[in-house]
């Protein structure tokens, strides 16, 4: 498994602002997962965007892949009070042990 | 989407005794689910990977004698953190692998050690 840097370690923002966080890696990749920490909890999954496709979108997200440059972004539109929480890549090398290494993701703090 | 529960949520233990903590997928079948450990400030260090019906793997570094894994049944794997010590006291998660894809993450288990 590889680990992927998030970039930059912490954002804020106001509310309905966007945010806009990344993601690179090191080496190819079969797909690449966002998921979302709020402090004290388990990880949520967000979103999964295979190595063949180049943006995904879900409700508020809006994920994009760039696999020339070994890059992801994720885009939060809108942004809520809610939406306060750290962000974390972790992209999939394939592979038959399924691991996933996290960075140190970015601490999104969206200001009401 | 998948979902995955832990039980407990916080445990408070003396010195030298064990806990147990239970990693359950509810909707879903889960050969496979994987062991975390996160410090405050920090990010999540996968501690092992249990596989059901076999053993679990171990990342270099984590004491396998001192961090049991078991994985019994297809939706139920259990950690017991044995003798243990306040350096042990931590934030615990597991996660279950969905679809030999995804990785979906309990709620996580808050171990103080006293």
């Known amino acids: 498994s590889q680990q992927g840097e998030e970039d930059p370690q912490a954002l804020s923002i106001q509310e309905g602002e966007n945010a806009t966080m990344n993601c690179s890696y090191k080496t190819s990749i079969n797909n690449l997962q966002w998921y979302r920490q709020n402090s004290g909890r388990g990880l949520v999954h967000l979103i999964l965007?295979?190595?063949?496709?180049r943006e995904k979108h879900s409700g508020r997200l809006r994920v994009t892949l760039d696999t020339s440059k070994k890059s992801s972004s994720l885009l939060i539109t809108a942004s809520r009070a809610a939406d306060t929480a750290s962000y974390f890549c972790a992209p999939d090398s394939g592979g038959s042990n399924y691991k996933l290494t996290f960075g140190k993701g970015t601490l999104l703090t969206v200001n009401p | 989407g998948a979902v995955v529960s832990q039980h407990p949520s916080r445990v408070i233990c003396k010195s030298g005794t064990s806990v147990k903590i239970e990693c359950r997928s509810l909707?879903?079948?889960?050969?496979?689910m994987f062991w975390y450990r996160q410090f405050p400030k920090q990010s999540l260090m996968l501690m092992a990977t249990?596989?059901?019906?076999?053993?679990?793997?171990?990342e270099q570094g984590v004491e396998k004698d001192k961090f049991l894994i078991n994985h019994a049944s297809l939706t139920l794997s259990t950690l017991t953190v044995t003798s243990a010590h306040p350096e042990d006291s931590s934030f615990y998660i597991c996660?279950?692998?969905?679809?030999?894809?995804?990785?979906?993450f309990g709620p996580g288990t808050r171990l103080l050690v006293l």
């Open positions: 965007i295979r190595s063949n496709e």
């Open positions: 909707d879903f079948q889960a050969t496979t």
């Open positions: 249990s596989n059901e019906g076999s053993k679990a793997t171990y």
């Open positions: 996660s279950a692998l969905w679809m030999g894809e995804t990785q979906y």
